[in-house]
């Protein structure tokens, strides 16, 4: 892939007929290259701006640099030849009533916004969570796990939402990232079958990590999102979830249940050692995962998926 400057692919995109994607970064790219694929839609040359380099306003931020590209091809009359898509985040939500002002799709000129936090969102499904984690180990009672995981996946993904939100309120977006290895310490079981929050070490975990006024905003923050979720629909709640906080947490989720429904039978280093099948797999490995689970399940079950349609609109533009 040739890199370029915000110049070069300007100045390439006012020469070319052809039709370019911009998203943000590689993984965003594969993910779209994969789904172009799958849905046999129209070709696109997909470009990502965490490859181009030089002459952005906001050089680090690849969601800036998109937005500058889509401004500037309207501004050069070539929007019609560029779509770009760029993560939402947490623009237009309701962070104190945990809505969304926007419902649907949000599209600005040649720029598509993802219908949640990030284009990990798409993969926050339990049936494709599962698929993808499971492959991540080899424990003979998986099923088990994958089982109780999909049962309680709207606790984990309230937990991750009100974390993500926290974390973006005292301006620490994927300080909750760090929760991974202390996930046995965070939930516990009630009644030996439904998980719960130790709210208790929670703080304690946030207290020691971050300074005295930023840890009160942040638990003050988390828990009056967990309240307000309890009124929002299981599909709204995942729009909140940051895309990889979201990961981590729910990986580490899994991990949990893959050790506590382990049979009683067997050995704890065996137990402890299919756990960290889980919770070491690095980002890679698991994106890889969930890319091949959600073009498995979108081709078998093309409606199964809550985002499954929106690509669809993004390619055919």
Aim: proline letters at 3%; glycine letters at 4%.
């Amino acid at each position: 892939m040739v890199a370029f400057t915000l110049s070069s692919f300007v100045a390439q995109l006012r020469m070319s007929r052809q039709h370019f994607i911009v998203v943000e970064g590689k993984e965003d790219r594969e993910f779209v290259l994969n789904l172009r694929t799958k849905l046999n839609l129209p070709h696109r040359t997909v470009y990502a701006a965490s490859d181009m380099q030089n002459g952005f306003s906001h050089p680090k931020c690849n969601r800036k640099k998109v937005e500058e590209i889509a401004s500037l091809s309207v501004e050069y009359g070539t929007s019609d030849r560029l779509t770009c898509l760029v993560d939402r985040e947490f623009r237009e939500f309701n962070l104190q009533r945990c809505s969304d002002k926007i419902g649907l799709h949000h599209v600005v000129n040649n720029t598509y916004w993802t219908l949640g936090h990030s284009f990990e969102n798409y993969f926050f499904d339990p049936t494709l969570l599962v698929k993808g984690f499971s492959c991540l180990t080899t424990a003979h009672w998986h099923a088990s796990a994958d089982q109780y995981f999909s049962s309680h996946f709207d606790f984990f993904s309230t937990i991750a939402a009100s974390l993500s939100i926290a974390d973006f309120e005292v301006e620490k977006s994927g300080f909750s990232i760090g929760l991974r290895p202390e996930i046995f310490k965070l939930f516990k079981e009630i009644n030996g079958a439904t998980p719960s929050l130790d709210t208790a070490y929670l703080d304690q975990f946030i207290n020691d990590r971050l300074d005295p006024k930023r840890a009160s905003r942040h638990l003050t923050s988390f828990k009056r999102s967990l309240a307000a979720m309890k009124n929002t629909i299981p599909s709204e709640v995942r729009k909140f979830i940051r895309g990889h906080t979201g990961i981590v947490i729910f990986q580490a989720s899994y991990a949990w249940c893959l050790a506590f429904t382990a049979p009683k039978t067997c050995d704890q280093n065996d137990i402890g050692s299919k756990v960290n099948e889980v919770l070491q797999a690095s980002s890679e490995s698991i994106f890889k995962q969930l890319l091949r689970s959600y073009l498995i399940i979108l081709d078998n079950t093309p409606c199964r998926l809550q985002f499954s349609a929106y690509p669809r609109q993004f390619f055919l533009r």
